[in-house]
């Protein structure tokens, strides 16, 4: 089993910035990819950012030059440091590992708004 616990997330003002951390505990080794999805509500889980253990990294067109999916290996934690915030970025942001079964964290909300 692997364990995922998200941190971070907020209100912000429209522009401003949010760094969320993913920390992963457990039997990681077998951790291939771990991303970052986002659901608002009404609306499906949708990824966001995802990065491999190679740190090949992929971004949903709507995030592309705003947010930076990033891992630190010695400490098993994925990092997404978001940027330019809009108020469309308001989601519950959910942290996920794929290894030979997908894990979820439990979601941290992001809140965009003056």
């Known amino acids: 089993q692997v364990q995922l616990v998200e941190s971070g997330g907020g209100l912000v003002q429209p522009g401003g910035s949010l760094r969320l951390s993913c920390a ?3 039997s990681i080794f ?10 608002a509500p009404g609306k499906q889980r949708e990824l966001v950012a995802v990065i491999t253990t190679s740190s090949t990294t992929n971004y949903a067109d709507s995030v592309k030059g705003r947010f930076t999916i990033s891992r630190d290996s010695a400490k098993n934690t994925v990092y997404l440091q978001m940027n ?8 519950v942001y959910y942290c996920n590992a794929n290894s030979y079964k997908i894990y979820w964290g439990q979601g941290t909300q992001v809140t965009v708004s003056s």
Do not use: C, F, N, V
């Open 24 to 26: 992963a505990s457990g």
């Open 30 to 39: 077998g951790i291939y990819a771990m991303g970052w999805y986002r659901q």
């Open 84 to 91: 330019s915030l809009k108020p469309e970025d308001t989601a």
